[in-house]
């Protein structure tokens, strides 16, 4: 899909203001009119807010999936594991049920997929229903039930896939994604002297490629050259390798010449955050700050880079291309190799901290 913006005109633009007028985001006067205007795009704005995404106040394929399944609550339709799976908040607020009453429904994306079906059917099994993993009144009205005997207990803790554990502590045998920020026609940030964020990004994957498969790592890409490559289509390449991490990389940029550093974020949808993703983020950001940059923090965001696949998934922004100083770092010769160098060993510190699989702990692997 086209990203729609300001000056944008037609039935898109329509269905866009009645989703977001459903969601109670203000129109102004002009209401639903098919015409993008400042109100259309304040309001695109607010709802990215809210949600955790990217604002641009322009409707790219992120923000038009989450307006889509916004729109679902509940009880609208019959869940089930199928292809394509059911993807909404239905179905995040199926999850978050679940897991507040402990079984294990994963990591809260809004999305039916084996986890939810195995928490479902174990539900279904403890409650004396039919264990068929169809989400409909029956199994919702016992879920209701249940959710209000249960009320005032702590939530658990949902652990990530494999609950966070690794198959071994080194780099070695590993399946790693790498996804290369924007391309093609679509620069990203640009800095006062032409670095594209696109280009920067990109050098830094190839170089982390080459890293990581001298460390003995299966790496994917999801671009290798200078290409535009939708959205959806870089989670699909990272779901397919079933890769243990993904590291997607990319560039800051603020209209501010002072902002400066280094930033990474994990996934974060409400209250749910990968608690792996955070870890990982810290001790790659660490290492950044070793290497030069300045660290600022890490942080949760709902980008569809991170919350479609499983894998644990960190985008990593090194520095402002809008900073004059951060540009003149990146001019320097050995950028690329201190960078690289550094979020590879951030990964290997990660591994080297985590308990593995075969050391359990009562979580299922
Ligand atoms: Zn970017």
């Known amino acids: 899909m086209r990203n729609l913006t300001l000056g944008d005109r037609g039935r898109e633009v329509s269905d866009v203001q009645k989703r977001l007028l459903t969601q109670g985001f203000e129109l102004g006067r002009e209401g639903v009119d098919g015409y993008y205007g400042p109100n259309t795009r304040l309001a695109v704005r607010a709802f990215q807010q809210r949600r955790g995404l990217l604002v641009d ?26 292809e394509p799976q059911f993807r909404g908040d239905d179905v995040l607020g199926l999850q978050v049920k679940l897991n507040l009453l402990g079984f294990n429904a994963g990591a809260e994306r809004g999305v039916y997929d084996e986890d939810v079906e195995r928490a479902v059917l174990d539900f279904q099994r403890n409650a004396g229903l039919v264990p068929d993993g169809i989400v409909g009144p029956v199994t919702l009205a016992k879920l209701e039930a249940l959710r209000k005997a249960e009320s005032g207990r ?36 640009v800095s006062a002297s032409g670095l594209t964020e696109k280009d920067v ?4 994957v190839l170089r982390l490629d080459e890293l990581l498969r001298a460390d003995g790592c299966q790496v ?10 939708p959205l959806y289509e870089r989670t699909e390449t990272v779901m397919a ?12 940029g603020n209209d501010s010449p002072e ?30 700050d070793d290497a030069g940059a300045r660290f600022l923090g890490s942080f949760g965001r709902n980008y569809g880079i991170l919350r479609e696949p499983k894998a644990i998934g960190l985008l990593v922004e090194p520095l402002f291309l809008t900073s ?10 050995g950028f690329v190799d201190r960078v690289a160098a550094a ?8 591994l080297a901290r985590t308990p593995l699989a075969s050391e359990r702990g009562g979580e299922r692997p």
């Open 220 to 229: 994917v890409l999801t671009r290798s050259g200078d290409q535009d490559v």
């Open 201 to 204: 990004a990109l050098a830094l």
């Open 343 to 350: 979020i590879r060993a951030g990964l290997a510190d990660y």
């Open 324 to 333: 004059p100083a951060d540009e003149g770092w990146a001019r320097r010769p």
């Open 57 to 82: 106040g322009e409707v790219g394929d992120n923000t038009w999936r989450e307006l889509v399944e916004t729109g679902y609550t509940l009880g609208d339709r019959l869940l089930y594991l199928r």
């Open 259 to 288: 902002a400066q550093g280094a930033a990474c974020y994990y996934f974060q949808r409400s209250h749910y955050f990968s608690e792996r993703g955070r870890r990982l983020a810290e001790h790659i950001g660490a290492r950044l």
């Open 154 to 189: 702590e939530g658990k803790k949902i652990p990530d896939r494999y609950g966070g554990r690794v198959a071994a502590r080194s780099l070695a045998g590993q399946v790693v994604a790498l996804d290369a920020g924007h391309g093609g026609p679509d620069t990203g940030v």
């Open 241 to 252: 390798a079933d890769a243990a991490f993904m590291l997607s990389l990319h560039a800051n």
